[in-house]
């Protein structure tokens, strides 16, 4: 009998640590380089967590339009949580939980930027200055320019992974000014790129409509025969006649 109790001992004793290592575990918390995400989100949700994510999922908002990055987990939200999440192949439930966080990690650089697009690209006005020089502060002008971003990123992807090649993103007043730029181009925001190349520039602007892009302006708007600009103003602005836009 003390035999048969000493083995059943031994037998949860092997149980106990067994248990501990699986929930151990199972329990380990991602840390992203860029921003980790701790708990999950879902509509009704609201914080700094939410507004991560709506800048990460703005290129998902339907044709036409528009995610706030407010802060706050609403209807528009949860529908461009489901629309990100079906591009890539996960469950479309519109709850941004692990899976969805994964691909989000996956996605990003540690400075935040999508993994096909970096600063540079979108400061590259008159041999790429910085951010200063223009009507925002600088971090307002880097935000808007992380963005855009991540809508690029969003075309891309639906293009079949096609590079997108910029030429002009972010231009300070007397870049602006230089190039013959409009006094109010979304390009001194850091809110605008002006894309090249394949895919056709028609191409660029008929999908554009799709990722939350308000101004679109391709060939036969005067002036941009040669490329297709592509900005995150928040209303529509859309003119590419000889694309049919």
């Known amino acids: 009998m003390i035999r048969i109790l000493s083995v059943l001992g031994l ?7 067994s248990v501990t290592t699986q929930v151990v575990t199972a329990t380990k918390a991602h840390a992203d380089g860029c921003y980790t995400w701790s708990r999950t989100l879902s509509e009704g949700a609201s914080g700094e967590d939410v507004r991560q994510l709506q800048i990460r999922v703005a290129g998902y908002p339907a044709y036409g339009g528009h ?19 079906s591009a890539y192949g996960l469950g479309a439930d519109g709850i941004a939980g692990s899976a969805t966080f994964s691909k989000l990690y996956a996605l990003q650089d540690d400075d935040c930027t999508p993994i096909h697009f970096t600063y540079a690209e979108l400061d590259d006005g008159c041999g790429g200055s910085g951010w200063d ?12 320019a992380l963005q855009t971003m991540w809508q690029l990123e969003a075309l891309r992807h639906a293009l079949g992974d096609q590079p997108l090649n910029i030429t002009s993103g972010f231009r300070s007043i007397s870049c602006n000014n230089s190039v013959g730029g409009a006094s109010n181009s979304q390009h001194l925001y850091g809110r605008s790129a002006d894309l090249v ?5 028609c191409t660029l602007a008929k999908q554009a409509r799709y990722h939350g892009f ?3 302006f391709g060939p036969g708007y005067p002036g941009h025969n040669d490329h297709t600009h592509l900005d995150i103003r928040t209303s529509n602005s859309w003119s590419a006649p000889s694309c049919g836009i």
């Not at 020089?133 to 808007?144: I, M, R, Y």
């Open 11 to 17: 037998l949860a004793a092997m149980l106990a640590v």
């Open 67 to 85: 995610i706030a990055a407010d802060g706050a987990f609403g209807p528009a939200t949860k529908a461009a949580v489901q629309r990100f999440q």
């Open 133 to 144: 020089g223009g009507p925002l502060s600088e971090a307002a002008t880097k935000a808007n």
């Open 197 to 201: 190349g394949a895919p056709s520039l």
């Open 214 to 216: 308000g101004g679109i």
